[in-house]
């Protein structure tokens, strides 16, 4: 491809150049002479309808594509699935989780979290350095980032309708019924979150009017969030065939990398947490109502039962904020693990 750059103080000489001519010679053919002073002419203000127009030269350049390489393309489909799994994002959801009872406030927080984490992940990829990267990659790079913006704006717009809900009934069951969904669909061979997500949708628009549209948009939206999915793990099939003729190597599917993280180390809360966490838990006709009630706070120990449920033994002193009575529990207090977040759901007071 060749590039002509004029430069306005050379068109203004050559226009200079021609008229002279014109008027030096009157044999020239001035129906050639007229053509190329309209073709000046327009060059000229085609030069300064742009920023900067009367910085360019006259000129040409061959526009060529830089050289593929290897091991430039190797670090890029490292840093790309390494950045596609880092963090809990929407495959949590088809993780084992603490199976009671959740409310919807905690379900929209594990929402908001994963529309967190998708979007950092495709910041993060957004952010590689492409030169001499494999074109075939870089495209499935594009794509794949499309998708998990996609994703995170499905769960921002379920966010959206547990919100409204709350504001036409004071109440919402859309995020907790998802939670109860995705229980039921846990047997699915694949599909787990969208098809929750597309019975609850219904769900809600079935039983209210006022939110049909949005709830079977939302619905319909992640039907086409889960054919992308689909389409890209197919793509990302035909990528790694092309790559591994290319380059005479392996490249491994993101799945390997997800499964090759590092496991989460054992949530240690400090005691401000836990404290935070007893806020309104009642015990033996105790009721913790203030974190200035907390005169003390000791934990004895830590005990991981499996990925979604760590118990605490902690002994404590109280005074009521109120009646100034004091009393020393020995707790035991469970934490589930609902998805993305820890949540206290018993607490037992020990002999």
Request: aromatic share 10%.
């Amino acid at each position: 491809m060749i590039v002509f750059k004029p430069k306005t103080a050379e068109l203004a000489f050559f226009v200079r150049s021609f008229l002279a001519e014109v008027k030096r010679n009157r044999d020239f053919d001035f129906a050639m002479t007229l053509s190329q002073l309209i073709m000046v002419l327009v060059l000229g203000l085609v030069c300064l309808s742009f920023p900067g127009g009367t910085q360019w030269s006259l000129g040409q350049e061959i526009a060529t594509a830089p050289a593929v390489n290897a091991d430039r393309t190797w670090a890029f489909w490292e840093s790309l699935n390494k950045a596609a799994v880092a963090g809990e994002g929407v495959e949590v959801l088809e993780k084992s989780s603490w199976k009671g009872k959740a409310n919807d406030e905690d379900m929209a927080n594990v929402f908001r979290d994963i529309v967190t984490t998708e979007q950092a992940r495709s910041h993060a990829i957004e952010s590689l350095p492409v030169l001499h990267v494999d074109p075939d990659l870089a495209a499935y790079a594009v794509q794949w980032v499309r998708t998990r913006a996609e994703i995170a704006n499905l769960f921002s717009e379920a966010v959206d309708v547990v919100e409204q809900e709350r504001t036409i009934m004071s109440s919402s069951n859309l995020a907790f019924g998802f939670f109860t969904q995705l229980l039921s669909h846990r047997n699915d061979a694949e599909g787990i979150v969208w098809n929750a997500f597309k019975d609850e949708a219904a769900s809600t628009s079935a039983e209210l009017q006022q939110l049909k549209p949005v709830a079977s948009t939302l619905r319909d939206h992640a039907s086409a969030v889960r054919s992308n999915i689909s389409r890209t793990k197919a793509d990302e099939m035909f990528l790694r065939v092309k790559l591994a003729q290319r380059f005479n190597r392996e490249f491994p599917p993101m799945e390997s990398y997800l499964a090759s993280k590092t496991p989460t180390k054992v949530e240690v809360f400090s005691k401000d947490q836990i404290i935070r966490d007893m806020i309104g838990s009642k015990i033996e006709g105790w009721t913790f109502d203030s974190s200035q009630e907390f005169v003390s706070l000791q934990i004895d120990g830590v005990s991981d039962i499996n990925s979604a449920l760590i118990i605490y033994e902690i002994k404590t002193h109280v005074k009521g904020y109120l009646s100034g009575a004091e009393h020393d529990f020995h707790l035991r207090l469970s934490y589930g693990r609902l998805f993305t977040r820890w949540k206290l759901i018993q607490v037992q007071q020990l002999q």
